[in-house]
């Protein structure tokens, strides 16, 4: 399933991203829980859904100014309904496992293509659940059902924040938290970097939980004659942090001031505001 580790990963995580974010503490001042404090204290009052603070689509920031200024209203294209789709369909095939309902089906969509895509991750994360709780259920014959399902699918998905103490506006849905390894994923249809977002899902958490979360994971989708997947697990260090912190602070600037900061030389095919600035 998209949010289990395999021999590999574990290897690389226990061995190297663990050891380095310990010799490599992350300072006090850039830990969520000092969200009151300079420099994640925002510095204006403004609320920006963490999607525009994370994503690269416009290197300018101009789809922030057209979002939260303009406030111009876009229709979502297939790469965004098709993530959407999948990205709904992970999460509940994972509720439906945690329910033992392994053979329940997924939602079906208006797009045969959207419906291929569902169905190939649906039957993926189904299939991988049901091995995590009968592996369990195996080698823990004396524990409840509850207990092994907690331990076999230790994931909260679409876990729902107040990402407002840092800035940022609504309740934010965080892909998934594993709460045995404590890391937090975020889940990316095609070749898309996101290390930002699993910052701001950190920060977030740290924010309110006071607890640290140093390690992230970029899941990337790819739908092709068959599903291929690929992690990107990493530290959260201080870079990251200041990076997400200097975006934040950089698009909240642009909202707050009401600057047109102009066109990007090249436009990203997947900015919902593309046609606006060609």
Known sequence: MVYYLNEVELKYLTLNL???SRQNS???ELRGWNWHSPPL?????????MYLICNNYCSTGRD????????????????????????EAIAEAIRQSKKLKFDADPREYDDERINR?????????????????LKARAEQPYATEDDIILTSMPFLVEHRLDGSLLGC??????????YLHNIVFDVK???????????????????????????????????GENLSITKDLHHIDANLRSRWIEERDRKAEIIFKELDPGKAENCSKFCLFRNRCL
């Open 18 to 20: 663990r050891p380095a």
């Open 26 to 28: 992350v300072p006090e």
């Open 41 to 49: 204290k925002p510095y204006y009052d403004v609320k920006i859904p």
């Open 64 to 87: 922030v100014y057209l979002a939260m200024v303009e406030k111009v209203k876009v229709e979502a294209e297939f790469p965004v309904a098709l993530g959407k789709a999948v990205h």
């Open 117 to 133: 895509a569902v169905k190939l991750i649906w039957d993926y994360t189904i299939t991988a659940c049901k091995s995590a709780f």
């Open 169 to 178: 506006s609504g309740i934010i849905a965080v892909d998934c938290y594993d």
């Open 189 to 223: 249809v095609g070749d898309v970097k996101g290390r930002l977002s699993t910052t701001g899902y950190a920060l977030v958490i740290e924010s309110i939980y006071e607890m640290p979360v140093d390690i992230g994971c970029v899941v990337n989708l790819n739908f």
